[in-house]
């Protein structure tokens, strides 16, 4: 039974069992993990607030070796760890190398990161004195993270945070374990000091709630549901810890007249149904002026219902299946409360066999809605895009902006003026011109507004914003 990693090792196996399946094919254990509770947390951020001072003082080289170590290992095996990540959680087989791809290229990127941590240095305005300022570690940082990217969002907290001198306590998410393992277990071999690095896995409402509540953990970075985040953020606040959320989407892609047809579909069905649409950066609100309406929307079902769905790791399947049995019974709600609020079911939405049993669901889409529906307000989190038709692109991108999320928005346009206002006023985190609204770098800001974000970004030098605090020296120089 593989088992929590606390202080520089892996623990003795309790008695709580947790089995990982694979939902292209429930008949498929993956691994078996043994559950740890508020007990093993406790030991967790302990490990880590008595290794988090000692690191915070490591040398910029040492950071240096051991992330570009995790980077390059995840890099060598991406072809193993991507079946793996596939099998857990149910993307294709090249969705599934692509993000541990991106994964290692985040440990490399934060690599290099360690040897450029910088500060500044003024005069006073006071006469023959001068201020230094810096940045420090925060200490210990509690990472809890989501289902749907097992491994690309650990690294993209767990890197910056190792390589600002934090010390980590991190909690995979119960569904996909064994891509958090794995990970944990290159981490194990980097040479990073004991305690520096602890994973936990177990239940939210025992091992986050420990996390979430404890005064050794200076900081808490978290990606998921905006009911949970909002819970932390209140949580954080009662006891002045830093906080970082990424939450929901509900991402809009205008599709204007003067669009590139076959380029405007392909960027619909890649954002709206690649990685089953479990992404909160997939386009679920597509906006589609008056004259390309009806070559737009013929064109999209076409496609749309010609994908394959199927197990994410046949070399021919587009769109593998939903993430678990409780996601699939989210995404069925939603689309039978669409049909009830009055949209027209356009083309699938009905639950499929597979070759093997799984959670295959037909991806859905939905025309004649209203801004106003449940379907068009709150995240399905699965493949279910509307299609709704405005007059032009004033229309659009207000239609666009009307929401209580601002993750990505995207626009197919050839038009330069249309493409810039929009980049403009789109009340959104990321603009994508021409691009699916999923799919991000990993060496820039990730990030959003309104419900979707809270905190300073995530990725890239923007990173630093949350893993560090800045101290101002002062010195008198003569
Ligand atoms: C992407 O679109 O490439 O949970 C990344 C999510 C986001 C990550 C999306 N935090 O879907």
Redo the contacts with the bound molecule.
Sequence with gaps: MKTSYINGRFIEAGEQELKNINPSDISDVIDTFSRAGRAETRQAITAAAAAADSWGRSNPQQRFDILDFIGSEILARREELGALLSREEGKTLPEGIGEVTRAGYLFKFFAGEALRIGGEKLDSVRAGATIDITREPVGVVGIIT?W??PV??PAWKIAPALCYGNAVVFKPAELVPSSAWALAEIISRSGLPAGVFNMVIGPGREVGDEIIGSNEVQAITF?GSVSTGTMIAQRCAARMAKVQL?LGGKNPLIVLDDADLEQAVDVAVQGSFYSTGQ???ASSRIIVTDGIYNDFIALLAKRTKALRVGNALSSDTQIGPVASASQLQQDLEYIEIAKQEGATLLVGGKRIEGETEGYYLQPAIFTDVDNRMRICREEVFGPVATVSRVADYEAALAEANDTQFGLSAGICTTSLKYAEHYKRHAKAGMVMVNLPT???DYHVP?GGTKASSYGPREQGRYAAEFYTRVKTAYQKAD
């Design positions: 989501p749907n990217f690309a969002i990606t990424e992404r909160c950066t999923a799919g991000v990730f």
